[in-house]
């Protein structure tokens, strides 16, 4: 048990997870693609003024995972917007200033920038089609409609200030509302599937789409003034960075941001190119320019992607091999063990990821640590359970002759019953292998890389293309892994066992 | 060497064995005969300790069989079964070689063991290097008896050796257990359904049915002195009877 411990020590150690070196600093920014050229514009910000090395860790989740991280130390400052700040991490309702604010993040160790000069809000939107044939012009008109079908974020499904507090001051009572990854609700507005969305007020694609965007004539939305949110001490360890970012005050209006946003999410260009731009526009971009990404032909990024994947899939499949044989032998022991190993083993196996990584973030940072266990942890249940299966369903002569000559507790396990039970163990650690590649897109949501990578930036942009950059290659990794697997047990599985019977 | 004193053992609430006594002497070998369900099997492997039973004791060797012995015990035991049991995994000869490897004795050892016993039981050294699913049933039971012998227990038990196997073959490898048990001069409890088969390997049989010892004696007793109308029904439907006596 003290040598795994080790093992998992070092190898949280290697791939680098949880806290930041102090010279260095680190920009989070959530899993949306305003949010990534913010990111990147701090990012180049700050690499014009820092002393040491500025990293950009894009695409962390929602709003739970990048505040962990930032609490945790993991990053050092992430953009933010005013109401969430209320709401989600202060559990405000009554919409305070921004100096209530301010002072309630004060006591976290927080800090928070001076506006940047734009309000992304959240707001409701419709296709034109469904606005001009029910007449849809302000929020209130959807009480009357009953009928118009609803698809929203998670987030804005869960949070007070979104859809509960929205349905509550309208009056609404729709009869189909259901959850929706954003980037994929605008397809499912595009073919009719939902009439109405939440939407972000910069979206470009509430334009590009010609959504018309229901006013709020309650005023129920609080303002989502975007600032940044950074750590106290970074005021010490990087004062330069920090003035550095109090330049942007102001500097982006809400045209902007949208201009910036339209770039990537319609014009497919990259986040440092869009952020390049926005910064230009904002007026304190000139000499800063973005230290290009390791370009390369796709084939060059796929093949990195690739390579983090496998590492992760190798590493979090090792874990689960490591503890999962060892804990299906034991379950063999006793009726109380089993069903408290295969129960634990099944019970994990229900909790969302998402759900787990959030959990894990402010215990071991974000990157491949949190990615690992996750991994270790979906993988666990096929080797426990074949372990286990395949132990106690040996053909009962074999094992009454093992102990009937008087062989050795030891050598029973070793050399009869676990050779003997190995064609079920290798079948299990091979399903593991190919649940690991699969979920192992899941470390993208919290900077890990991997083939998730693409997938995720693809499901934003809009651009299949970039999804088919990580799910092709995830399906032709999880068919090479399953046919290395087939080939290992004619290397692991023993000559006696795969041999025709003579007679 | 081995006694059984108010032995009884149940499966769910149903009485497979006794309660029984017997006793076995050293170097004699001993056939338990009946049909399917008279408990001779069960009684086999309460004395080899894969069974505990619910009443009486066990003896082997002088010491009472219990989990806290029978690890012991069973060293000086060779048990064969029905179709060998042999590790399909494991070659012949790394089957035979097992419990010697497991009890640490030198490669050497082990090897001049292995081929002592190879001669013994007349099994072709050139075949000890297959797989038991390379090998017929009458070579898998010959590898049985070598990994059964290969520590030089003074107890050997047999669970229908040769139960699977086609008439020819059972008949010289029954010609070769009854001189291998003469020449070797072990204790011997042999389990058969086969009145013939225990008249020929064995200096005694014992007849037992739903649990208890109907009789006890040589294949002559059974035939000339029943001490039961079972006895005589039992006989007769091995049909037997013109070969009375056997080959003693």
Known sequence: ????????????????????????????????????????????????????????????????????????????????????????????????????????????????????????????????????????????????????????????????????????????????????????????????????????????????????????????????????????????????????????????????????????????????????????????????????????????????????????????????????????????????????????????????????????????????????IALFVYGLLPIVRNTYVGLTTLPRPLVEAAEAMGLSPRARLFVVALPLASPTILAGIQTSAVITVGTATIAALIGAGGLGEPILSGIQLRDSGLIAQGAVPAALLALAVSWAFDGLGHVVVPRGLRLPRFD | MIELTGVAKTFGGEAALGPIDLSVRSHRTLALLGPSGCGKSTLLRLVVGLLTPDAGTIEAFGTRVTPATRDALRLRMGYVIQEGALFPHLTAAENVALIARDQRWAADRIQRRVEELARLAHMPAELLARYPAQLSGGQRQRVALMRALVLDPEVLLFDEPLGALDPMIRASLQDELAGLFRQLKKTVLFVTHDLAEAAFVADEIVLLRQGRIVQRGTARDLLERPTEPFVTEFVRAQRVGAFAGGPR
């Open chain 1, 1 to 372: 048990m003290r040598a795994l411990a080790v093992v998992l020590a070092l190898a949280l150690a290697c791939t680098g997870a949880a806290q930041a070196e102090p010279s260095k600093v680190v920009v989070g920014s959530k899993a949306f693609p305003e949010s990534w050229i913010l990111g990147e514009a701090m990012t180049t910000l700050a690499r014009g003024a820092a002393a040491g090395a500025v990293e950009h860790r894009s695409n962390l989740g929602g709003t739970e995972i990048v505040y962990q991280a930032l609490r945790s130390g993991a990053i050092d400052a992430y953009p933010e917007y005013t109401g969430t700040v209320a709401e989600v991490l202060l559990h405000r309702t009554d919409r305070p200033p921004l100096d209530s604010l301010r002072a309630g993040l004060a006591a976290l160790s927080i800090a928070i920038g001076p506006p940047l000069g734009f309000n992304d809000g959240y707001g409701v939107a419709v296709s034109r089609a469904t606005a001009s044939r029910l007449g849809l012009k302000r929020m209130s008109d959807l009480a009357r409609h009953p009928e118009v079908r609803f698809g929203m974020t998670h987030e804005f499904l869960g949070r007070a200030d979104g859809w509960p507090g929205l349905a509550k001051a309208y009056g609404l009572a729709p009869k189909d509302v259901r959850g929706l990854q954003h980037e994929l609700a605008w397809d499912a507005l595009a073919k009719g599937a939902i009439d109405a969305t939440d939407v972000y007020t910069t979206d470009a694609q509430i334009a590009a789409l010609d959504l018309v965007l229901l006013a709020d004539d309650r005023a129920f939305f609080p303002r989502y003034d975007a600032v940044i949110l950074y750590r106290a001490d970074l005021a010490q360890r990087a004062p330069a960075v920090v003035r550095a970012w109090e330049r942007l005050a102001g500097r982006i209006d809400e045209v902007r941001m949208t201009a910036a946003n339209r770039q990537v999410a319609l014009e497919k260009r990259p986040f440092a190119e869009a952020a390049d731009s926005l910064l230009a526009s904002a007026g304190v971009g000139a000499g800063a320019m973005a230290a290009a990404p390791a370009a390369g032909g796709p084939w060059a990024r796929i093949a990195l992607r690739t390579a983090e994947h496998l590492k992760l899939v190798v590493w979090g499949l090792l874990f689960s091999i490591v503890v999962g044989l060892p804990l299906g032998v034991l379950a063999t022991r006793s009726r109380l063990l089993a069903k408290l190993a295969l129960g634990a083993a099944s019970l994990v196996q229900t909790v969302p990821s998402l759900a787990l990584l959030a959990f894990l973030i402010p215990l071991v940072g974000i990157g491949a640590g949190p990615t690992l």
